[in-house]
Every structure is written in C-alpha cells, then in structure tokens.
C-alpha cells in the first residue's frame, strides 16, 4: 500500500510533552517527547492500535488528537493533523469511549441521528440514514427503534455509540476501550463488525486497548507505549484483518506476536509497581 509522498500525514507528532498542571506544585507529565506519524494510504486508511501499560498516557494522546480540554494543547511539541495544528475538536474526528457514550434521555433513533441534527439535517432524512447505520452495526432497526439506553445490553449500547459516531464519516476515528466491557464472544462480534465499517469508510482509526490480541488482530500497525510518562517505545507492523476473528487467532504467527508483546507489557507493569 503506497503513501503519496507530497501530502502531509494524516496525524503527525512532533515530540509531544504534555504536563498536567504544569507550573504548580501538582505538575504531572504524562507523556513525554512523544513523535509518530500516519500516513494518508488512499483506499485503505489505517488502522493503528495503541497499548501500554496503565496510566501511561493512552487517553491522553487520543484526546490530542480530538482537541479536547484539559488534554489540549500540548505544553511543548505539535500535534499536527494534515500538516496543520490541532486547534479544537471537530466533525473530521469522531470519538468511541468505553463508556457507552450515549444519551441516556434520547431514544436510539436519536442518539444515532444526534450528529446529523445538529448538522440542521432535516428529520426525514436523518431518520432514513439513522435507520441504515441502526441496521449497519447489527441493531434491529425497527424494534430497537425507540428503545432508551437503559433498555439496551452493554453491546447493544455500544453499537448505538459506533453508529452515531460513524454515522458522520468522520476521516479520523479515536476509540478508547470501546469494547473494554463486553464479554468475549459480543466483543469478537464487534471486531469483525468494526474491521467490516471501517474499511467501508476507509477512515484512520487509533485504537486504544488493554487486549493484545485485540490490538494485534484489528492494527495494521501497534505502538506500544513506555510507562509513564509515556513515551513511543516500539512500534510494530501487523498482519491486517483479512480474516475473521476466529480463524486468525488460531494462527502460530499471531499466537506468537501476542505473546512477544504480552511478556513485554508485562515487564513494563512489573517495572512500573517497583518503581
Ligand atoms: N486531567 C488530568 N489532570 C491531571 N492528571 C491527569 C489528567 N488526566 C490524566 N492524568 C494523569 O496522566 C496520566 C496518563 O493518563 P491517561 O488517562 O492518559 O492514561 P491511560 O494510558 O489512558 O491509562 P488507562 O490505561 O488506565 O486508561 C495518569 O497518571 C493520569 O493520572
Ligand atoms: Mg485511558
């Protein structure tokens, strides 16, 4: 897959620090000289996974990425998105968090539909693409209709988050643990799903997880982050998702990948509790 070389990455860090509280007696770094780039790959877009050990700074970069507060603006270094800076979030990034970050007084209708009405979409027509994305990420789209989150199942809620996130084409997807809380089997569901819209839209993803052999099986590429403050201290290449879930697995290079990158997470958490 060739990267065209006059264009800017579609993210790039140029030896990012960012010191919480910096100038007070409560400053805290938490994550330091960080510098990697992704490039812009026409067709495909990448998917890049994000591990390390916790509280290293994982959320942290992600939240760069997306603008948001306190985390932006980086106190040195630059996080650039097509060569310019970040400044403030915005539609081109659309975030999943691990908490089923819905509405809880919307109906699933209009959570998905959310994005698209405060476009000034109007109704009938962000109803009908509301209905596809329900139909798209496996929810019922006349039953689960008008149901609330509170009538929803953790994986329910999250395909709810997925959609109305999706639903916006965003080129830039931020996941942080979407699938942190799903029993095995609904989250391997939600891989393969997820592999299935993401090269549908052929958008950058950054995955953060705590699960190797998530990160392993969903990248195209894995970075893997020190303890804190965190800094980028390998980054590997992996075999893309270009089968299912199960099947890859089962494969002795990818059992052997997960297991070289799980001892060293290891280390680093070891490291880190007798530091
Ligand atoms: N708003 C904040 N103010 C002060 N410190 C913060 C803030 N947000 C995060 N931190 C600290 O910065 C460090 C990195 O936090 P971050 O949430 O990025 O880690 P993480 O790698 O996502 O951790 P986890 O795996 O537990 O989710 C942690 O020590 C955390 O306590
Ligand atoms: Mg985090």
Same mark, same amino acid.
Request: aromatic share 6%.
């Given at each position: 897959m060739a990267t065209d070389p006059t264009t800017p990455p579609v993210v790039e860090f140029r030896s990012v620090t960012k010191t919480y509280a #910096? !100038? =007070?007696?409560?400053a805290f770094t938490a994550i330091k000289e960080v510098s990697f780039r992704v490039d812009d790959i026409p067709g495909h877009g990448e998917f890049v996974s994000i591990l390390g050990p916790s509280g290293c700074g994982k959320s942290t970069i992600l939240r760069l990425i997306a603008g948001l507060?306190? @985390?932006? /603006?980086? =106190? +040195?270094?630059e996080v650039l998105m097509r060569g310019k800076p970040v400044t403030h979030p915005g539609p081109d990034r659309g975030m999943v968090f @691990?908490?089923? +970050? +819905?509405? =809880?007084?919307? +109906?699933v209708l209009d959570n998905v539909a959310f994005g698209l009405e405060c476009d000034g979409m109007p109704k009938m027509e962000r109803y009908d693409l509301a209905r596809d994305w329900i139909g798209r990420v !496996? $929810?019922?789209?006349?039953?689960? $209709?008008?149901?609330? /989150?509170?009538?929803?199942s953790g994986g329910m809620r999250q395909r709810v988050a997925i959609a109305r996130t999706l639903i916006l084409k965003p080129r830039i997807i931020l996941m942080d643990e979407?699938?942190? #809380?799903?029993d095995p089997v609904t989250r391997q569901q939600m891989q393969d799903l997820l592999v299935g819209l993401w090269r549908e839209l052929e958008a950058t993803v950054f995955f953060v997880t705590h699960d190797v052999s998530e990160a392993v099986y969903l990248g195209d590429r894995v970075l893997i982050l020190s303890n804190? /403050? !965190? =800094?980028? $201290?390998t980054e590997e290449a992996v075999p893309p998702p270009n089968r299912p879930s199960r099947e890859m697995r089962r494969e002795p290079d990818f059992v052997n990948r997960v297991f070289e990158i799980s001892s060293l997470l290891e280390k680093l958490e070891e490291a880190a509790q007798h530091s």
């Amino acid at each position: 897959m060739a990267t065209d070389p006059t264009t800017p990455p579609v993210v790039e860090f140029r030896s990012v620090t960012k010191t919480y509280a #910096a !100038g =007070t007696r409560r400053a805290f770094t938490a994550i330091k000289e960080v510098s990697f780039r992704v490039d812009d790959i026409p067709g495909h877009g990448e998917f890049v996974s994000i591990l390390g050990p916790s509280g290293c700074g994982k959320s942290t970069i992600l939240r760069l990425i997306a603008g948001l507060l306190p @985390q932006h /603006p980086p =106190t +040195s270094g630059e996080v650039l998105m097509r060569g310019k800076p970040v400044t403030h979030p915005g539609p081109d990034r659309g975030m999943v968090f @691990q908490d089923y +970050s +819905s509405f =809880t007084n919307r +109906s699933v209708l209009d959570n998905v539909a959310f994005g698209l009405e405060c476009d000034g979409m109007p109704k009938m027509e962000r109803y009908d693409l509301a209905r596809d994305w329900i139909g798209r990420v !496996g $929810l019922d789209p006349v039953k689960d $209709l008008h149901k609330y /989150p509170h009538e929803l199942s953790g994986g329910m809620r999250q395909r709810v988050a997925i959609a109305r996130t999706l639903i916006l084409k965003p080129r830039i997807i931020l996941m942080d643990e979407p699938f942190g #809380a799903l029993d095995p089997v609904t989250r391997q569901q939600m891989q393969d799903l997820l592999v299935g819209l993401w090269r549908e839209l052929e958008a950058t993803v950054f995955f953060v997880t705590h699960d190797v052999s998530e990160a392993v099986y969903l990248g195209d590429r894995v970075l893997i982050l020190s303890n804190s /403050p !965190g =800094t980028i $201290l390998t980054e590997e290449a992996v075999p893309p998702p270009n089968r299912p879930s199960r099947e890859m697995r089962r494969e002795p290079d990818f059992v052997n990948r997960v297991f070289e990158i799980s001892s060293l997470l290891e280390k680093l958490e070891e490291a880190a509790q007798h530091s």
